[in-house]
């Protein structure tokens, strides 16, 4: 391929993906076809994404990998800062930054968090966010760190707390994207101001005391504390 | 209508409304048509589905409105054991219990807790979650229950974190459903010792020290705790 047909192929590949994302964050994942992101796309030919990207999941695939690269970079300038901390909020705002720092960067209009929490929601899609994002080294070590932080916490706690900071830090940052979007006011004025206040929460999610689970009751609301993990916070 | 037309429709329209949530559970709100949920529900007219209950997003309404009324009722049974208290844990144990519980007492399979992770995800769909789920008075107790709990928490910070514990409540539960679903092993082995996780996390995160907001610095990862509410932990 001649070097000025492979840059056009870039440049229509990035408009692709840049139609993509924008109509899949707004409309919705399913509710937009291939067709109509070659269409906003401005490609004359209906088929571009096809041609382009194969599937509808191959291309969230490559939407997902787009930012994860940039997300992984990100993070691992923040890793480089907090490396040996053994306070968990050095962790948690490598975890919280890399992500609200990646939507900063990428300036307002965003769409990336309202598309990342749908890719994480949907039956179908999931798996790529899992395999793209999920599974990458710096995000290993940030979970390495938090684990000696808190080496008290039982290991399936720990999994489900890095479960759950995901899944806060990803909703949550598209409701404040979809606020900016829909022009309704936030409860923070800034990304910055946004990731101080997950962070604040993610620290609480992980340093919380933890129950032992026990019988349970014939009610369904009664539950004894009974062990509580030592705090470990800044 | 007659006594035995209208039991007939009504038991069509639980056929359909069934159908429906466990599809759009199971393969994407917008992945299933108004027509396969007509035939999965049994009915030799594929127009079903238009005729009971209108459009998609009808349907979608009256699925949240049949559960919202069962995790009402046992939401304001769970009010009745904590009212007056000043313990966070028992609020936030309402607030948990209502929907795990209301899972549980479905019995396994159930498909709600991924059907209303997609509803407060999707950019159409997730105002009729606000307005059938989120609008409820027992809710509102609950909320207020923490309010008075935590006085010293600034109300945006309260307001926050309010959507924090939804999304986390709501997502987490979506998460072990799907696991269940496709066989996978859970974290916990059942729906009270995912509430006791959960309700362990969102104390942490209603109860997490608050740091004051500061000027974003150069580089997106310093932030200094300045002030932080005091603690009312069990």
């Known amino acids: 391929m001649s070097a000025v047909r492979a840059e056009r192929v870039n440049a229509t590949r990035a408009q692709i993906l840049a139609a993509a994302e924008r109509l899949f964050a707004e409309r919705g994942v399913y509710a937009v076809s291939n067709r109509q992101v070659s269409q906003v ?11 382009h990207f194969g599937t ?25 800062e907090v490396e040996g901390s053994d306070d968990v909020r050095d962790w948690v705002g490598c975890l919280v930054r890399s992500f609200t720092g990646h939507l900063d960067d990428l300036g307002p209009p965003t769409w990336y968090a309202r598309f990342a929490a749908q890719v994480m929601t949907d039956p179908a899609l999931r ?4 395999e793209e994002a999920l599974n990458s080294p710096t995000l290993r070590r940030v979970v390495d760190g938090l684990r000696r932080c808190l080496p008290e916490l039982p290991p399936e706690v720990h999994a489900e707390r890095a479960d759950m900071a995901g899944q806060l830090v990803v909703h949550m940052c598209a409701e404040r994207e979809r606020a900016l979007a829909e022009g309704r006011p936030t409860l923070r004025p800034s990304w910055h101001d946004a990731a101080t206040g997950l962070i604040d ?18 009610t369904t609301s009664v539950t004894t504390p009974v062990t509580a993990a030592g705090r470990n916070t800044a």
Chains 1, 2 share one sequence.
Do not use: C, F, S
């Open 201 to 218: 929460a993610v620290v609480g999610i992980w340093t919380a005391p933890v129950t032992a689970p026990v019988a349970a009751p014939v």
């Open 127 to 130: 798996l790529i966010m899992a």
């Open 41 to 51: 796309a401005g490609q004359g030919n209906n088929a571009a994404v096809g041609y």
């Open 56 to 80: 509808k999941a191959d291309l969230v695939r490559a939407i997902v990998r787009a930012h994860t690269e940039r997300v992984e970079l990100l993070r691992r300038r923040l890793l480089a």
